[in-house]
Nanobody
Framework: QVQLVESGGGLVQPGGSLRLSCAASGSIFSINAMGWYRQAPGKQRELVATITSGGSTNYADSVKGRFTISRDNPKNTMYLQMNSLKPEDTAVYYC???????????????WGQGTQVTVSS
């Protein structure tokens, strides 16, 4: 199995910054794509940003130019640097990892428990 532990959420004022981390551990053979998703109250979960094993990134239009996704492959860790935060960024942020635990098994998605980000004055 693969376990994901997220950290770095909290309360921040508009215009402030936060850095989220997601560390993957367990029986990891290899990790493909990694990504961050978020879910605000009363809304569906939405994609924030993704990064491939080769470092290619993709961002939601709403966060382009403000958020930066990165990963440290040897550490199986992913980060989300969030700058110029807005109240509408308030949500629970979830880490997603596509990984496999054996060469003979297919890749599957794993999810973290979520970390709350609140942007408010």
């Amino acid at each position: 199995q693969v376990q994901l532990v997220e950290s770095g959420g909290g309360l921040v004022q508009p215009g402030g910054s936060l850095r989220l981390s997601c560390a993957a551990s367990g029986s990891i053979f290899s990790i493909n794509a990694m990504g961050w998703y978020r879910q605000a109250p009363g809304k569906q979960r939405e994609l924030v940003a993704t990064i491939t094993s080769g470092g290619s990134t993709n961002y939601a239009d709403s966060v382009k130019g403000r958020f930066t996704i990165s990963r440290d492959n040897p550490k199986n860790t992913m980060y989300l640097q969030m700058n110029s935060l807005k109240p509408e960024d308030t949500a629970v942020y979830y880490c997603n990892v596509r990984a496999r635990t054996s060469l003979w098994l297919p890749f599957r998605d794993y999810w973290g428990q979520g970390t709350q980000v609140t942007v408010s004055s």
